[in-house]
T-cell receptor, first 111, second 116 residues
Framework: GQQLNQSPQSMFIQEGEDVSMNCTSS?????WLWYKQDPGEGPVLLIA?????ELTSNGRLTAQFGITRKDSFLNISASIPSDVGIYFC???????????FGQGTELSVKP | SAVISQKPSRDICQRGTSLTIQCQVD?????MFWYRQQPGQSLTLIAT?????????ESGFVIDKFPISRPNLTFSTLTVSNMSPEDSSIYLC?????????????FGSGTRLTVV
C-alpha cells in the first residue's frame, strides 16, 4: 500500500532557529497536506498544496509540493516555544479521497 | 472551516464491552472519516463513513469490530465492539471541508479510549 516516509522523527532546537522536515513517497500524490498536533488534540491543518512545484506560505511556515509529486517539505522560520508539537505530512491521491499520513516529526523548542 | 465536536473526549472501559463515539459537524460535509492513533503513533484510517450506505473499511478493519453509522451529512458514529486492551487508542473523526484557500480535512479533538 501507499506509505509516506517522514523525517526527521524528532528535533530539538533553540528558539529562533529555523526548522525543516520532509516527506517522501514511492507513490504519486495529487495533494499534500501538513498538520500540527498538540497533546490531547486532533491534528490542525497548517498548509495544503495542490500543484507540483507549488510553494505556499502561512506566516512563518513555508511548504513545497515536489516536482515529482512524490515529496514535500515544511519549513518553520524563527521558531518559538508554541511551535512545539508533532507535525504530520499527509498525501491524497485524488480530491476527496483518503489521506495517508507520515509517521510524524516531534518538535521541541528550547527557550 | 467546519467545526467538529466529538464525544466522549475520553473513557475508560472494561474489556468485552462496547463504546460508541459520536462525531457532529457544524455544517454539511461530503466526506467523513474515522482514524485510529495508537500511543505515540501516526494516524491510521479505519473507514470512510458514507451517507446512506455502508461504510468503506480499510484493510485490517472490519464492520463487526467497528460498526459505523452516518445517518446524515453532519453526523456519524463509530462503535468499538468487544473491546480488548489492544483497542486502547485515540479515535479521531475527520471531515472534508472547504474554506478560504485550504481544501483539506478538519479533525475533531479525538476520543482517548483506555480498555482495562
Amino acid at each position: 500500500g501507499q506509505q509516506l516516509n517522514q523525517s526527521p522523527q524528532s528535533m530539538f532546537i533553540q528558539e529562533g532557529e529555523d526548522v525543516s522536515m520532509n516527506c517522501t513517497s514511492s507513490s504519486i500524490f495529487n495533494t499534500w497536506l501538513w498538520y500540527k498536533q498538540d497533546p490531547g488534540e486532533g491534528p490542525v491543518l497548517l498548509i495544503a498544496l495542490y500543484k507540483a512545484g507549488e510553494l505556499t506560505s502561512n506566516g512563518r511556515l513555508t511548504a513545497q509540493f515536489g516536482i515529482t509529486r512524490k515529496d514535500s517539505f515544511l519549513n518553520i522560520s524563527a521558531s518559538i516555544p508554541s511551535d512545539v508539537g508533532i507535525y504530520f505530512c499527509a498525501g491524497q491521491s485524488n480530491q476527496g479521497g483518503k489521506l495517508i499520513f507520515g509517521q510524524g516529526t516531534e518538535l521541541s523548542v528550547k527557550p | 472551516s467546519a467545526v467538529i465536536s466529538q464525544k466522549p473526549s475520553r473513557d475508560i472501559c472494561q474489556r468485552g464491552t462496547s463504546l460508541t463515539i459520536q462525531c457532529q459537524v457544524d455544517s454539511q460535509v461530503t466526506m467523513m472519516f474515522w482514524y485510529r492513533q495508537q500511543p505515540g503513533q501516526s494516524l491510521t484510517l479505519i473507514a470512510t463513513a458514507n451517507q446512506g450506505s455502508e461504510a468503506t473499511y480499510e484493510s485490517g478493519f472490519v464492520i463487526d469490530k467497528f460498526p459505523i453509522s452516518r445517518p446524515n451529512l453532519t453526523f456519524s458514529t463509530l462503535t468499538v465492539s468487544n473491546m480488548s486492551p489492544e483497542d486502547s487508542s485515540i479515535y479521531l473523526c475527520s471531515a472534508s471541508t472547504s474554506g478560504s484557500n485550504l481544501y483539506g480535512y478538519t479533525f475533531g479533538s479525538g476520543t482517548r479510549l483506555t480498555v482495562v
